[in-house]
């Protein structure tokens, strides 16, 4: 059974900042690749960010520039540090961990909401 455990979401207001956090066992840290998503309501989900075993990092074109995605061995933790949040952030936001399509699992989501 496969554990993601996520925490870090809450309210804030605009222009302000959170840090999402998501924990896992030291077998699926180390090989798999792990990413955050969202989804808000009536939307599909979406990739907020993701990054690789190796620490390669990709973004949202929405989130480029304010929320950073990174992962400490130390700790088996993946991180999603949000900042200048809008109101069109507010989004139920889960943790993904992917090593192949069979493969492929989530967090129970954490939910953020920006606004004033």
């Known amino acids: 059974q496969v554990q993601l455990v996520e925490s870090g979401g809450g309210l804030v207001q605009p222009g302000g900042s959170l840090r999402l956090s998501c924990a896992t066992s030291r077998s699926i840290f180390s090989i798999y690749a792990m990413g955050w998503y969202r989804q808000a309501p009536g939307k599909q989900r979406e990739m907020v960010a993701t990054?690789?075993?190796?620490?390669?990092?990709n973004y949202a074109d929405s989130v480029k520039g304010r929320f950073t995605i990174s992962r400490d061995n130390a700790k088996i933790t993946v991180y999603l540090q949000m900042n200048s949040l809008k109101p069109e952030d507010t989004a139920v936001y889960y943790c993904?961990?992917?090593?192949?399509?069979?493969?492929?699992?989530w967090g129970q989501g954490t939910q953020v909401t920006v606004s004033s």
């Open positions: 993904n961990a992917w090593y192949s399509s069979s493969s492929d699992y």
């Open positions: 990054i690789t075993s190796g620490g390669r990092t």
